[in-house]
């Protein structure tokens, strides 16, 4: 079975640049979660989406990063103008929930890295 | 409020020893459910265990064991016989039924390094 499919696996941008991150969920998930990582702030949530609806965009840092979900299979987001502090590894995630016992499956990151 | 702590930021054993990974987790909810990821060195998060509230029942899973207790509010983690590509960073999570969600509440993580 094919897990979470995230797409570039790396970027490097300029700063200013804008930059998009794409997502394919596990088929059949209708939860789909967007994750930052970095040294200093560990696993942060972005935004969470169920049957394709944003539900939870508290985490997203600030107007320059939207996130989409026009499909079930399909999910952006989105860094415009992109900064240097921006870079970090952007997971995706995707799940059966929204119960909250149901496992989060990541996909293996977009590794950022803004000059 | 929810929040996951894991004490040990790094830890480091010699092959074939044994190593517990701690997780202590807070949460007003009686139901919730606890999570246990792997992120190896290429960097992809695997989920390894899921355990509910109502289910104290430890488990094992070949070399790997994990120890719910309530009353302590803490779910560890056990690696016996350590090889060297359990090298990883190791991140336990809390869900709870009030975030109306599976949100994860993420610990900060152990990194552990097994040396041949």
């Known amino acids: 079975d094919a897990g979470v499919i995230q797409s570039p696996r790396h970027e490097v941008t300029e700063m200013g640049q804008e930059v998009t991150l794409r997502c394919k969920p596990i088929?059949?998930?209708?939860?789909l979660f967007w994750y930052r990582q970095t040294m200093m702030r560990g696993l942060e949530l972005l935004i969470y989406?169920?049957?394709?609806?944003?539900?939870?965009d508290s985490g997203m840092p600030e107007d320059r990063f939207s996130a989409k979900m026009p499909n079930a299979s399909f999910s952006t987001l989105k860094i415009q103008p992109s900064e240097p502090r921006d870079s970090a590894v952007y997971f995706c995630?995707?799940?059966?929930?929204?119960?909250?016992?149901?496992?989060?499956?990541f996909g293996d990151g977009t590794r950022l890295s803004i000059l | 409020a929810q929040k996951v702590t894991q004490a040990q930021t790094e830890i480091s054993v010699v092959e074939k020893e044994d190593v517990t990974l701690d997780c202590v987790y807070e949460?007003?909810?009686?139901?919730?459910?606890l999570f246990w990821y792997k992120q190896p060195p290429s960097g992809e998060l695997v989920f390894l265990i899921r355990?509910?509230?109502?289910?104290?029942q430890n488990e094992i899973s070949g070399r790997y064991s994990w120890n719910f207790q309530k009353s302590t509010s803490s779910f560890n983690f056990t690696i016996t016989a350590s090889q060297v590509v359990d090298s990883a960073v190791y991140f336990c999570?809390?869900?709870?039924?009030?975030?109306?969600?599976?949100?994860?509440?993420f610990g900060a993580g152990t990194r552990l390094a097994v040396h041949p």
């Open positions: 995630a995707s799940s059966a929930g929204p119960p909250s016992n149901q496992p989060q499956h």
């Open positions: 088929s059949g998930h209708n939860s």
């Open positions: 989406f169920n049957n394709n609806v944003p539900i939870d």
């Open positions: 949460t007003r909810d009686t139901t919730y459910y």
């Open positions: 355990r509910n509230s109502f289910d104290e």
């Open positions: 999570a809390l869900s709870a039924l009030s975030g109306g969600y599976n949100k994860l509440i």
